[in-house]
């Protein structure tokens, strides 16, 4: 087993790094822009009933602006090779 000091020497006797998983990131954006509907939902029912919110519907929708933006990310690189 070689040293640590021996592997930062000489980089090229390591193993080679796995290839990175593929994940399909629609699903995973998808799911975050559902739980922030869900929290635009719930804080809309407190602000309309009255409570303070302190700004929480803005960060909600920011947060479902954010993950469309993803998903057009995502969807313009769902083809890109895995390097």
Request: charged letters at 20%.
């Amino acid at each position: 087993m070689p040293t640590v000091m021996s592997l930062l020497l000489h980089p090229e006797r390591r193993r080679p790094s796995p290839p990175p998983e593929r994940v399909d990131l629609r699903r995973v954006i998808l799911l975050g822009i559902i739980v922030w509907s869900v929290a635009l939902v719930a804080t809309s029912v407190l602000a309309l009933a009255g409570q303070p919110t302190g700004g929480a519907v803005g960060v909600c929708l920011a947060g479902i602006t954010l993950g469309g933006l993803g998903l057009l990310w995502a969807r313009r690189h769902r083809d890109d090779p895995a390097d």
